[in-house]
């Protein structure tokens, strides 16, 4: 897919949602909140929700295009692009409800070039309730439009199931790395690998995947195995190449300067450096690393250097590659789904730098 045609794509998704926040706002006028209450709600809405780069709701509509064997976008009826837009929506609107929620716990100052929502004047505390909302939205949409069909049940279970499991991800997370007590102890790469998986591939990779099935009409069990199978290490190698350049890449090309040696973050990068490093090593980097202090992440740099863990990341690549190549070819389609969906999220991460 050229960008043109992605750009293309996105704004038509993106002018979806005013659609939305209207129905949300009248079923809030329907049980006779105020009209205070109602604006300041949709203003979260509007202020959490669209910003990101819809990466996962896009993907809900593409790997419908896909299933159903179109071209593009534009080969969809009104209503086929209506009901996946829905669930794209639905899947940024959970991706709000994180976000809202994590920012509050890591006590972070921006997100997405703004200030996080709990840091907006006159909002503070509230914003642990606008969390609950943002997800309680989810199910009043897909209540309205979604009741009469036979997967209703099984797009609830879905949306329930992945939500418990980032949400596990993300204690593991916080009880293993806590930005203001560091005890690399903790580190293991079972538990990073855990945290990764839990909190990031499922919702992230998994879930925009199943929403399509389910839309589509394939749903066979031995199918949603095979998306299991091949997305969930797939979103794991996507985690894996963000922590590798959070470290190694450059900010130009990545957009941000990375932060995670500074954050205590229990990152790819830290834990090979633990499971290679010499007695001197790690003491080095017990000292130095999860410190807001530029010379201590030069010094844990300087041993990540010394360990080559940039080496071992490009080999980890070339292994993983081969890996869900291998996977993805040995897809079965004669149920009705197409391995190409698996290729698609393959080639638009695969190598990259930023």
Known sequence: MSKEVAAKNKVKFLAFFPDLVFELEVMLENYGMPADAINWFKRSLNYNTPGGKLNR???????????KGYKSWDELSAEEFKKAAILGWCVELLQAYFLVADDMMDQSITRRGQPCWYKVENVGN?????SFMLEGAIYKILRKYFKKESYYADL???????????????????????????????????????????????YSFYLPVVMAMYLSGITHEK????????????????????????????????????TDIQDNKCSWVINQALRLASPEQRQILDENYG?????KEAKCKEVFDQLDIA??????????????????????????FKKEVFQVFFDKIYKRTK
């Not at 709701?57 to 299933?67: A, C, F, K, N, R």
């Not at 949400?167 to 945290?195: M, N, R, W, Y």
């Open 57 to 67: 709701g896009i993907s809900v509509v593409d790997t419908y295009v896909i299933l």
């Open 291 to 295: 410190r807001k202090d530029a010379d």
């Open 223 to 258: 199918d949603l195995q095979q998306a299991e199978h091949i997305l969930i290490p797939l979103g794991e190698y996507f985690q894996i190449q963000d922590d590798y350049l959070d470290c190694f890449g450059k900010p130009e090309d990545i957009g941000k300067i990375g």
């Open 156 to 202: 609830l279970d879905l949306l329930h199931e992945v939500t418990f499991q980032t949400e596990l991800g993300q204690l593991l997370d916080l009880i293993t790395a806590p930005e203001d007590h560091v005890d690399l102890s903790k580190f293991t790469p079972a538990k990073h690998s855990f945290i990764v998986i839990f909190k990031t591939a499922y």
């Open 311 to 336: 080496g071992k990341y490009k080999a980890y690549e070339e292994n993983i590659g081969k890996e869900l190549q291998k996977r993805i070819a040995d897809t079965e389609e004669d149920r009705g």
């Open 126 to 130: 509230i914003a642990i309730n606008d």
